[in-house]
């Protein structure tokens, strides 16, 4: 995806499949969704990503016709959310963060039901499912009942059942949470394919590493997108310098580098400190200075590397800058 282009849209040769319009949502005082502009292009996978609490699975459910917004407007595939719900539901598909299909029925009878609740064709139905099985790797579990499915199996029967009817969009909320990393790879090897036929994807995730394989991201903290970009142009985004610290005095050497005004956060990464600081701050030698100066109070410093910026650190930055309230 072009880079040059405005962040906030898809790209201009793209229709925009989802499109919602100053969406918001409270429950009593509570801002669950905060004036949430958004739009997602056919063919495209948009990440929306933010810890636990963001809004990310009440503005999935907004965009679902399942919860009735404050205010704003959807649009799904061109039709008028308020007004054309069935016509906007006929063409999306929903997989949910917990497992809602039938515990005590097989694979092949969860997949039969969910045919039969969208009113498929049985001939079309069962050349469709006899497909996306192979395709998942889940053909020689037809049988199986779905209670005695491992967790990512699972997801994977979730996310065939809801691709039976052949959806223009998908929308899944945090499908991978608590599944194994094999199968999280697994997973993601499905959807690639639906972005190439031209699926929109919008898919909900804590997972940082996740984020990374989306064309675009949306940053959502207490309700609000901080920001829209690609993965690439938020890593260009980062306001702060970093550097990797090394000590075995990790507690005393945070204490202290948090009382420096130039540093912004301290952060304990896999045994070492991970620093941000202020890049225009004078006299800090890209970072060093704050090592020399650990050393003269006395904290043995072992190692002091530049390091390059995550997404991670990026969205640290944003929450900050942004104080996390709406």
Known sequence: MNTSLDPQSPAPDR????????????????????????????????????PDGAGKTTAIRLLLALLAPDAGEVRIGGYDLR???????????????????????????????????????????ARRAHELLALAGLAPFTERLARDLSG???????????????????LLDEPTTGVDPVSRRDFWRLLYP??????????????????????????????????VDTPEGLLRRMPDA??????????????????????RRVEVIGGALRV???????????????????????IP???CEPATATLADVFSALSDSSGGSP
């Not at 990512?152 to 998908?170: N, V």
């Not at 190439?196 to 995730?205: C, D, E, H, K, W």
């Not at 991201?217 to 309700?223: I, R, S």
Request: charged share 25%; with cysteine; net charge positive.
């Open 276 to 298: 941000a600081f202020d890049p225009h701050a004078p006299d800090l030698d890209a970072g060093r200075a704050l090592c020399r100066w650990l050393a003269e109070q006395g």
């Open 83 to 125: 007004r054309q719900p069935r016509e906007a539901r006929a063409i999306v598909g929903y997989v949910p963060q917990q497992f809602a299909l039938y515990g005590d029925l097989s694979v092949a009878e969860n997949m039969r039901f969910v045919a039969e609740v969208r009113g498929l064709e049985p001939q079309s139905y």
């Open 15 to 50: 229709q925009p499949a989802i499109r919602a319009v100053g969406l918001r949502k409270t429950f009593g005082e509570t801002v669950a969704v905060a004036d949430l502009n958004l739009a997602v292009a056919e063919g495209e996978i948009f990440g929306l990503v933010g």
């Open 194 to 227: 639906l972005a190439a036929q031209g699926v929109a994807l919008l898919i909900s995730t804590p997972y940082l590493d996740e984020a990374q394989r989306c064309h675009r991201l949306g940053f959502m903290v207490a309700g609000r997108l901080l920001a």
């Open 301 to 303: 410093v072992a190692a």
């Open 242 to 263: 970093l550097i990797e610290i090394r000590t075995e005095e990790r507690i005393e050497a945070r204490r202290l580098l948090r009382q420096r005004r130039e540093v």
């Open 152 to 170: 990512g199996m699972r997801q994977k029967l979730s996310l065939l059942s809801a691709l039976l009817h052949q959806p223009r969009i998908l």
